[in-house]
């Protein structure tokens, strides 16, 4: 037996377990002379399950559901009272007759076709009159207004067929227009069990009705029922399945109408549902159309105080996605969206500030021209007041982590860029970062000064010399993460090509013997030792470092090296003795 038979089997006989619990309670309650709202509802419930099994008259059982799910709802959001007790008899004896003729069509033990599509007519006539009365009596004021008992719903893993009826009944609240707080219920409990148990979801696009029902609710001028609905979209945008039916249903307009005149918990649930619809391309072309750009660009353009935060990040979010269409994204040029996004880069918000900033960076990301017009609008500043006092001892590594990545993304790749840089002391600030923050942040500047080491840049070289970064990133050579030690060790050769550099370094002894260390300690054959090697061949060029290196006591082990022709050693080893040849010579020239 496959999965899917195996599965299938289980819940028919789950299913059978059901109706006979079913059974019995209908039997019980249907003994009660006087049944209560909640006992119909339970009996109501069963009968429509019952039905769900049916394979004949289809059409019939069809419209007899549809009604007992109305009739249930309104029960369900009545309380007991003397002018409904004569109204719940009435129906649940045409109840009890329904289960009688439901019994039968699942057996198929019926006299003849004729007689039991006239018995389904006449019972299809009572339910219509019982759910007459039911409105009679709402109407007349015999329901508390804004009372509403929600069907239980069902446990998790329950059966389709009870789903299904959970979600019909919720479906008949809001049809009710009288009163918006039950509407409004039905919406809640609607969005809690799609969020719960995605098997909803299904049960709620396989209701046809029901999505163009809540697309309707997003013009709703009870704005406690337009947030409701747009919650309840949300969940369901979040599948891809369904993506195409509420598209289909006309959510775009309804969503970008709430971003320009609903209220804030609307827009920033509207934002939200179209940020997983504009993953689509062709989504985001439909949002445009609709001028939805315009309006998530006067959101992020309003004041950022703390409460609108969500919804900044949220259209940031959109907006990004949009972005991605090549026409859109000149149009938001067109309409200022990078002065836009470095005000928001300058917000008291954090979660703002990571929002705008991912979304500048992603939009300016393989584009010179782009990144020169933003740096010329102020780019670098506003990124690197992040990482400075006061900004930086209240950001989070998360925060400080974007700053850094947008900087390097900006400035890296042209001479303007790292120009301004250093002009305006980046690399200061890279290395107080290496001193002075927990390890990850320390890990995250180190990779950015190595990446700033790799450029071709020597003014770079020399800013980073001067500001101590060789001494910190000794402390890296001996990390726990071999990619780390190597990047070190990578960093400090390119270092040291600089002259300024190397006599600078060449003045830490400590230094210099801690690499012969490393390199006599360097088992492993890394590329870490290549990079030191490089760095001491470096370093013979200067006097004092030459002479610390020939002075060292493990110079014996790079001569090994050398022996067993590691072709970086035999070149430093030859270095070195050049150095000395020539410091002979130069005495014997001058005696």
Known sequence: ??????????????????????????????????????????SISSVASLSRSIKVFAVKWQLIRSKLVEISSALAVSDESAELSGTVREAMATVRECRGLAEKCVARSYGGKLLMQSNLDM????????????????????????????????????????????????????????????????????????????????????????????V??????????????????????????????????????????????????????????????????????????????????????????FAKAELICSACGVLRNLARVLEIKRFMLEEGVISVLLRLARSRDEAVQISSIEFLQDFVSGDDFLRRMVIGEGGFHALLRLLNPPSSSSSSSKALEVAFRAIEDLCFSSETGLKIMLNHGFAEVVVRYLRDREASVQELAFKVAFKLTKTSSDDAKRALGDAGFMLEIVRFLDAKSHGVREMAAESLSSMVSIPRNRKRFAQDEQSVEFLMHLIE???????????????????????????????SGYLKAIERLA????????????????NKFRSVLGGLWHS
């Open 1 to 42: 037996m496959g999965e899917d038979e195996e599965e299938e089997a289980e819940e028919e006989a789950g299913e059978a377990h059901r109706r006979s619990l079913q059974e019995q309670s209908f039997r019980e309650s249907s003994a009660d002379p006087n049944p209560t709202c909640e006992e119909a509802i339970e």
């Open 123 to 214: 019972v299809l006539t009572k339910l219509h009159c019982h759910v007459k009365d039911l409105s009679g009596l709402r109407k007349a004021g015999s329901f508390p207004q804004g009372y509403a008992i929600v069907v239980s719903k069902p446990r998790f893993g329950a059966c389709k067929e009870d789903m299904r009826f959970y979600v019909e009944d919720l479906l008949t609240r809001m049809k009710i227009e009288e009163d918006p707080e039950i509407r409004r219920q039905a919406l809640a409990s609607l969005h809690d069990a799609a969020s719960e148990d995605e098997k909803f979801v299904k049960v709620v696009m396989g209701v046809g009705e029901i999505i163009h029902l809540l």
């Open 216 to 305: 309707s609710f997003l013009d709703s001028l009870e704005m406690e029922v337009q947030e409701e609905a747009a919650r309840v979209l949300s969940v369901v945008a979040g599948f891809d399945s369904c993506n195409g039916a509420v598209i289909m249903a006309g959510i775009v307009a309804p969503l970008v109408r709430v971003l320009e005149c609903g209220g804030e918990v609307g827009k920033e649930l509207s934002a939200r549902c179209l940020m997983k619809l504009t993953t689509n391309s062709e989504n985001a072309w439909r949002v445009s159309a609709h001028g939805g750009v315009t309006a998530l660009l006067r959101i992020c353009s309003s004041n950022t105080d």
């Open 521 to 551: 300690t360097d088992a492993d054959h890394s590329g870490r030792r290549k990079f030191l090697l490089s760095a001491l061949t470096s370093l013979t060029s200067c006097s004092s470092g030459r002479k610390k290196i020939a002075n």
């Open 563 to 578: 022996e067993d022709e590691v072709s970086d050693a035999k070149r430093l080893v030859r270095k070195l003795s050049t």
